[in-house]
């Protein structure tokens, strides 16, 4: 770093050259990352593969053959999973604003999930037919305002669970990235109207630091009484492990 030619003078920290810091930081953390390390090793394209696996095994969501939605799906770790586990015979959409390499028995459509342009073509592709589990990694694009993007994700959050009340078959189930903040806990007693158990989930393949984790919600109840359930039912399971950003 240049010194100031005065000696009693020290020139302000440059915002720009913290942010690089980090980036830099978070690069050779990437780089160390064990869970990098495998994906690269059998072939996925990121590290959140292990996240739904863990999920997946955990409380028993995926059969052979089921029906699935994966939302923000790219790169495209989720899909490759989703086609390993569940075989040919599954059928599995999956969706993103950004694009996606094709996998083979993925149908992708590249759309902004926001928008009912987005909705509508998703629509077409499931022909009215009901899904047996939709998956949701959205995220939004980060502006370092921590208040306004704990609120984007809770939006994408509450647009998943609006899709998966739409068009999940009774008893299916739901996984939803969320972040521990402003409205979690509101978000996830909105989806304790809609399931028998919602579990909050800290895959060990999520950072420690960040405040992600998932929200699992089983057996759909199509026809679910909110008054009887929304203000009084204890949230299952536990977020153990998880710290702030």
Not at 56 to 64: G, N
């Amino acid at each position: 770093m240049l010194q100031d030619t005065m000696a009693d003078k020290k020139k302000p920290l440059s915002p720009t050259g913290k942010k690089n810091r980090h980036v830099k930081a978070w690069m050779q953390q990437h780089v160390n990352d064990h869970w990098v390390h495998e994906a690269q090793r059998l072939g996925y394209r990121s590290r959140a593969a292990f996240k739904l696996a863990e999920l997946a095994e955990k409380d028993k969501l995926f059969r052979p053959g089921i029906s699935v939605v994966d939302l923000g799906s790219a790169p495209g770790s989720w899909s490759q999973l989703l086609h390993e586990r569940l075989g040919r015979a599954a059928r599995i959409v999956a969706l993103d604003l950004a694009p996606m390499d094709p996998i083979p028995g993925v149908r992708f459509l590249q759309a902004d999930f926001r928008e009912p342009e987005g909705l509508e073509a998703l629509a077409d592709v499931l022909e009215g037919r009901k899904v047996d589990l939709v998956v949701s990694d959205l995220a939004p694009n980060l502006s370092g305002v921590e208040s306004a993007d704990q609120a984007r994700s809770v939006h994408l959050g509450e647009l998943a669970l609006e899709f998966a009340v739409q068009w999940l078959q009774p008893g299916g189930n739901l996984v939803v990235k969320a972040f521990q903040g402003e409205g979690f806990d509101e978000f996830q007693r909105t989806m304790q109207i809609h399931f028998g158990k919602v579990y909050v989930r800290k895959p060990k393949a999520s950072r420690d630091r960040s405040r992600e984790v998932y929200l699992v919600g089983k057996g759909f109840t199509a026809l679910s009484p909110p008054d009887d359930r929304k203000s009084d039912k204890t949230p299952s399971g536990s977020a153990s492990g998880a710290r702030g950003r």
